[in-house]
């Protein structure tokens, strides 16, 4: 859905209802903006945080073992080097 928007005198945007029905976002919802690829982004919390547990999971269900499993490697190994 390609919507025109006008930004008023303050800088503000309207977001049309058809928008804000399809995404979800009601009245108090806190949005987060960011530039991506030179573009604007609104994205709400909730889409956000599912894109972080996304990535978490796919992090722990790597099959070469996930991040925490490489650390404590790493450190028991500086521990044994430093043993010796």
């Keep these: 859905m390609n919507v025109q928007l006008q930004v008023g005198p303050q800088g503000r945007v309207v ?7 399809a995404m979800g976002i009601e ?17 709400t919390q909730q889409q956000v945080l599912n894109q972080f547990y996304a990535r978490f999971a796919k992090a ?4 070469e073992g996930s991040v925490v499993d490489e650390l404590i490697a790493e450190r028991r190994a500086q521990a044994d080097h430093e043993e010796i």
């Design 27 to 43: 009245p108090g919802s806190v949005l987060l903006a960011q530039i991506k690829d030179s573009k604007l982004v609104l994205e």
């Design 15 to 21: 977001i049309p209802a058809a928008l804000r029905q």
């Design 60 to 63: 722990r269900m790597a099959p």
